[in-house]
C-alpha cells in the first residue's frame, strides 16, 4: 500500500501536477521555441552535403561552428533592447524570421541552381554564409522568447491575491520545461520528417538524393512562419484579456500594466557599448586573417560580458550576486567541455554503415526520451540545487562516453559474435543515445527559472540575454577546445570528385580513438574542478 501511495505521489508531481501548472499564456513563447527545435530539419541534410558535396576539414568545420555561436553573445544588447521596446518586441520576431528564410532559400538554390550560385561566389561560402544566417536568426528570436516566457507567468491567481513564492518557482520552472520540451519537441517532428523522407536511402540514385535535399531545404520555410505565429497569437490574447477587463470595469492603467514591466526600463547603454564592441571587435579581427583571431574574439568577447555582467549584479542583493556567479561559472565550464567533432559522424557513416535514415532514427530516440526525461527530471530540478544537478549530469556524460570509444575499437564485433548479431553497432548507438538523451537540456533549466523569478521584472530579458551569453560563450570555448583537439588528432574522411569520382582525400581515422579519450577525460574533469572550485569559495550557493 505504502509503495502504491508513493507511485501516486510521483505520478501526481510528475504528471499531473504539470498539467494543473499549465496556462493558455504559455503558448506563444512556446511556439517560437518550437519553430526553433523544427529548425533542425536541415541538420542531417547539411552533414551529407558538407561530406559529400564540399572539402572542407573537420578543423574547419569545428572553427565555423565557433563563429555560429558568436552570435549568441549579441543576446546582451538584444535583450536590453527587449526592455525597452516592450510593446514592439514583435518586430524582432518577424526580422528573426526573415533571417531564417533567408537561409533556407539560400541552400535551396544552391542545391537546385549550382551554377548560378557558382557563377555568385563558390559554393563552400553559399554554405557557409546560410550556416551563420540562422543562429543570427535564432538569436534574435530566443531573445524575444525569453522575455514572453516571464510575462507568461501570472503574478496573481485568479482572485487577484499574489502568487506564493513557492508556486511561483515551480511555475518557473514549469514554463522553462515547456520551452526545453517545445525546442525538443520540433527536433521529434524534424526526425520524423527525415526517417520518411530518408525511407528508401538505400536505393536512391545520387538525382534522388539532391531533389530530396531540395525538397527538406523548401519544407523548411513553414519554421519562420511558426515563430511569427506566436507573436500574432499573443497579440490576439492581450487584445481579448483587454477587452473582457475593459468590460469589467478595470481602469485602463491596472490593464496595462498587465502587458508591461512594473517600471519603465531606462535604458543603460553600457549593453550597446558592449554589443557595439563586440561586433566591431568580430569584424574586424575575422577581416584581418591575423593570427589567432579566434581566440582573440573569444577573450574580448569574454571581457565585455563579464564587463556587463557587473552591470547585473549591481541590481543584485549581495547573497544574489554570489549565486548567480557561482553558478554561471559551474554551468560555463560544465557547456565549455569538447565534442569529438565531426570526424566521429564520418566515421559512423564510412565505417559503421550508419545512413541518412538510420541517423534520422538516432535523432528521433534523442528528441522523444529528452522530452520524457525533463518531464520526468521536472520534481527534481524544482527541488535540487544546480550543483548537484551538474555533478550527476556531469558523471553520467562521462560514462556516456564510453559506448563510442568501445564502437572505434571495435567491441561491436565482440557483442555482436556473442548475442548471435542482435548486440551490433547499431545497437550500442541506439541504447546509449537513448540513455544519454535527456541529460543536456536538463541543467539549463533550473537556471532559466531562477532568473526569471529573482531579477528585476523590467529587467528580465536584459537578465536572459546577458546570463545567456555568459553561458552559449561556453559552447564557443567548447568549439574552439573541439578545434585544437581535431588539429591535435587529425581526422580525415574521403573526399572524391563529383564528376570524375576520383578520390581527392583519403580516409584516415586512425587517431580517433585518441581524440575520443581526450574528450572523455575532459568531459568529466571541467565541471567537477570548476564545482570544487567553487563550493570552497564565498560563491557557494545551495539554490
Not at 513563447?29 to 559529400?52: E, R
Not at 544574489?320 to 565534442?339: E, H, K, N
Not at 563510442?404 to 571495435?410: A, C, M, Q
Amino acid at each position: 500500500m505504502n509503495a502504491f501511495r508513493a507511485l501516486s505521489r510521483g505520478i501526481d508531481a510528475i504528471v499531473f501536477d504539470l498539467a494543473r501548472q499549465l496556462r493558455w499564456s504559455f503558448v506563444p513563447p512556446i511556439m517560437i521555441y518550437f519553430s526553433y527545435g523544427v529548425a533542425t530539419l536541415t541538420g542531417i541534410v547539411g552533414t551529407f552535403f558538407v561530406k559529400d558535396y564540399l572539402d572542407l576539414s573537420a578543423a574547419y568545420l569545428a572553427g565555423l561552428a565557433f563563429w555560429a555561436g558568436l552570435p549568441w553573445a549579441l543576446k546582451m544588447p538584444l535583450g536590453h533592447l527587449v526592455d525597452i521596446i516592450w510593446k514592439w518586441k514583435w518586430l524582432m520576431v518577424w526580422l528573426g524570421a526573415a533571417l531564417f528564410a533567408a537561409s533556407f532559400l539560400t541552400m535551396y538554390l544552391v542545391i537546385t541552381q549550382p551554377q548560378m550560385m557558382q557563377a555568385i561566389m563558390p559554393v563552400s561560402s553559399w554554405y557557409v554564409t546560410s550556416f551563420l544566417l540562422m543562429p543570427c536568426g535564432a538569436v534574435i528570436q530566443d531573445a524575444v522568447a525569453d522575455a514572453m516566457s516571464v510575462e507568461a507567468v501570472p503574478k496573481v491567481d485568479d482572485a487577484g491575491q499574489p502568487i506564493p513564492e513557492e508556486q511561483a518557482k515551480a511555475m518557473h520552472v514549469t514554463m522553462q520545461t515547456l520551452g526545453r520540451f517545445a525546442l525538443i519537441g520540433g527536433t521529434v517532428v524534424v526526425a520524423a520528417m527525415n526517417i520518411y523522407m530518408f525511407a528508401d536511402i538505400q536505393t536512391m540514385t545520387e538525382a534522388d538524393k539532391t531533389e530530396t535535399y531540395a525538397r527538406i531545404y523548401l519544407m523548411a520555410l513553414v519554421i519562420p512562419v511558426l515563430s511569427v505565429s506566436g507573436v500574432v497569437l499573443a497579440g490576439l490574447q492581450k487584445y481579448a484579456q483587454r477587452r473582457r477587463l475593459r468590460a469589467q470595469g478595470v481602469p485602463a492603467q491596472d490593464i496595462a500594466a498587465l502587458h508591461r514591466p512594473d517600471e519603465e526600463t531606462t535604458p543603460n547603454y553600457w549593453y550597446f557599448v558592449g554589443g557595439a564592441g563586440f561586433v566591431a571587435l568580430t569584424l574586424g579581427v575575422g577581416l584581418s586573417n591575423i593570427a589567432y583571431g579566434q581566440e582573440i574574439i573569444f577573450a574580448g568577447s569574454m571581457a565585455i560580458v563579464v564587463l556587463l555582467m557587473r552591470q547585473l549584479l549591481a541590481v543584485l542583493s549581495p547573497a544574489q550576486a554570489r549565486t548567480l556567479v557561482g553558478t554561471a561559472l559551474i554551468l560555463f565550464f560544465f557547456r565549455a567541455v569538447p565534442l569529438p567533432g565531426p570526424g566521429q559522424t564520418w566515421f559512423e557513416i564510412d565505417i559503421l554503415g550508419f545512413d541518412q535514415r538510420f541517423l534520422s532514427v538516432l535523432s528521433l530516440i534523442v528528441s522523444l526520451l529528452t522530452l520524457a526525461g525533463m518531464v520526468i527530471l521536472r520534481p527534481m530540478m524544482a527541488n535540487r540545487s544546480i550543483t548537484w544537478l551538474v555533478v550527476m549530469l556531469t558523471l553520467v556524460a562521462g560514462a556516456l562516453t564510453l559506448p563510442n570509444i568501445g564502437l572505434y575499437y571495435g567491441v561491436h564485433h565482440w557483442t555482436s559474435d556473442l548475442t548471435g548479431g542482435i548486440v551490433d553497432a547499431r545497437f550500442i548507438a541506439i541504447l546509449d543515445t537513448a540513455v544519454e538523451s535527456p541529460l543536456g537540456q536538463v541543467a539549463v533549466i533550473p537556471m532559466l527559472a531562477w532568473i526569471a523569478r529573482t531579477a528585476p521584472s523590467h529587467l528580465k530579458a536584459t537578465f536572459f540575454a546577458v546570463m545567456a551569453s555568459f553561458t552559449n560563450l561556453a559552447l564557443s570555448g567548447s568549439a574552439l577546445l573541439t578545434k585544437y583537439l581535431n588539429q591535435v588528432y587529425e581526422v580525415a574522411r574521403e573526399v572524391r570528385d563529383p564528376v570524375t569520382g576520383a578520390v581527392q582525400v583519403t580516409a584516415d581515422y586512425s587517431e580517433l580513438g585518441w581524440l575520443l579519450l581526450t574528450v572523455s577525460a575532459l568531459t568529466v574533469a571541467l565541471p567537477l574542478l570548476t564545482i570544487l572550485v567553487v563550493n570552497r569559495s564565498p560563491l557557494r550557493s545551495k539554490d
